[in-house]
């Protein structure tokens, strides 16, 4: 299937993009979660795997874990961001902003 991507595609971007490995993905998603898990509990290294795992999740799903790193974040240190969309606070390049987000974890 990826072979017929790239055969088809002289200059791909993206392969997830592609409506057969998309569904391909989703398909394997769970076998995906479990070999990953497995493989944790085993105490071996997992890092292209989990990695996949972690792009599938962030890049496929509707909740991103932007409050999860936000607690991580308030646990390691103080920081703040700014909202986009708000007069005076666009985010543009890297820094400290004005708000913050309390995790009630």
Do not use: W
């Not at 569904?23 to 989990?50: F, P, T």
Request: proline fraction near 5%; charge should be negative.
């Amino acid at each position: 299937m990826l072979e017929a991507f790239l055969n088809m595609n002289k200059t791909p971007t993206n392969a997830k993009l592609d409506s057969r490995v998309g569904r391909e993905l989703q398909r394997n998603y769970g076998v995906l979660k479990d070999i990953v898990s497995r493989g944790l509990a085993y105490d071996d290294y997992m890092l292209a795997l989990s990695a996949m795992l972690e792009y599938m999740k962030c890049s496929g799903g509707t909740m991103l874990p932007t409050r999860f790193v936000e607690a991580q974040m308030d646990y390691f240190g103080a920081h703040s961001y700014d909202r986009a969309g708000v007069p005076g606070e666009d985010p543009g390049p890297v820094a400290k902003g004005a708000h913050d987000y309390e995790c009630s974890c």
